[in-house]
Nanobody, 129 residues
Framework: GAARGAGGGLVQTGGSLRLSCTTSEFTFDDYGIAWFRQPPGKGREGISCLTYTEGTTYYEDSVKGRFTISSDNAKNLVYLQMNGLQVEDTGVYYC???????????????????????WGKGILVTVSA
């Protein structure tokens, strides 16, 4: 896909990891950059989104207060800083690029693409007890 995610790995409960997302094919301006995850045996779920130009952010309750999405505009990068990781955060994480982020109270668009146009490859995040 056009988006490239990086980071991930193995960490103990309470630890931190940072994921990054970028692309060399276009600038993130005017897009919504999102992070999704798929826990083992479960479906994919959107967890956070950044409206790149405006800087507005969106978080699901499951990660609010622990995860922070941010950007480095000079480098066309979006980060997901994950603190206070728990076993239930284990899964394959994906960055995705779409026209916009979910509006508060509206939620994500429907699967399988959730309104996203470009997807990065999965990044494995494993949190051990």
């Amino acid at each position: 896909g056009a988006a490239r995610g990086a980071g991930g790995g193995l960490v103990q409960t309470g630890g931190s990891l940072r994921l990054s997302c970028t692309t060399s094919e276009f600038t993130f301006d005017d897009y919504g950059i999102a992070w999704f995850r798929q826990p083992p045996g479960k479906g994919r779920e959107g967890i956070s989104c950044l409206t790149y130009t405006e800087g507005t952010t969106y978080y699901e309750d499951s990660v609010k207060g622990r995860f922070t999405i941010s950007s480095d505009n000079a480098k066309n990068l979006v980060y997901l800083q994950m603190n206070g990781l728990q076993v239930e955060d284990t899964g394959v994480y994906y960055c995705a690029v779409g026209a916009r982020c979910p509006r508060p109270g509206s939620g994500w668009s429907r699967p399988p693409l959730y309104g996203m146009n470009y997807w990065g490859k999965g990044i494995l995040v494993t949190v051990s007890a």
